[in-house]
């Protein structure tokens, strides 16, 4: 569950969920240079609807193939994550994990994602629980539940997608 707390505090990157992302002990691909998709890039907002607060997420490019992500709540850095795209069915996702001084990493978040013409990301996280325990630790058995999951309503988290916006929307209270 501390993931979770991470995730929303970004992509937690603190939302309300009933369950949790799914976290693989392996990417579902290694980045690729010209995966980059700069629509991603910038600052964005997350207003917690469990508390009013707002984290900030600082999405950098990092090389030519992965981002460098910091969460913030009330100027206080929260999480620090790597992150990179792949292609899945025609589908991108992301691969997020989350950067700790001392871990060895080996845990990802998977999510597909979508920017709306309205300018805001949509995060949705794969449920945990939806990945077959056979497709866990076999990369090829991974990419092969996703492809033929992706118009599944079971594959994404239950609380639905996770909104993040270019710049506070009316209403949302200032944060850090």
């Known amino acids: 569950m501390k993931r979770v707390r991470i995730v929303a505090v970004l992509l937690s990157m603190s939302f309300v969920l009933a369950g949790c992302p799914y976290e693989s002990k392996i990417p579902i691909g ?7 998709d700069a629509r991603l890039t910038g600052i964005w907002f997350w207003n917690d609807p469990t508390s009013d607060g707002v984290t900030e997420f600082h999405i950098l490019r990092f090389n030519a ?6 969460t913030l709540e009330d100027f206080e850095v929260t999480g620090r994550f790597r992150m990179y795209i792949v292609s899945v069915g025609g589908e991108p996702f992301l691969n997020i994990e989350e950067l700790v001084e001392g871990d060895e990493g080996g845990s990802w978040m998977l999510a597909r994602y979508s920017v709306s013409e309205a300018g805001e990301l949509s995060i949705r996280f794969v449920a945990d629980g939806a990945v077959p325990v056979s497709a866990a630790s076999d990369r090829q058995a991974l990419i092969d539940f996703l492809t033929g999951n992706l118009g599944s309503e079971t594959l994404d988290d239950p609380d ?4 993040l916006y270019r710049s506070m929307p009316e ?3 200032e944060g850090g």
């Open 30 to 36: 290694e980045p690729e240079a010209g995966s980059m």
């Open 65 to 70: 193939s992965e981002y460098y992500v910091e």
């Open 160 to 163: 639905g997608p996770f909104i």
């Open 171 to 173: 209403g949302m209270p």
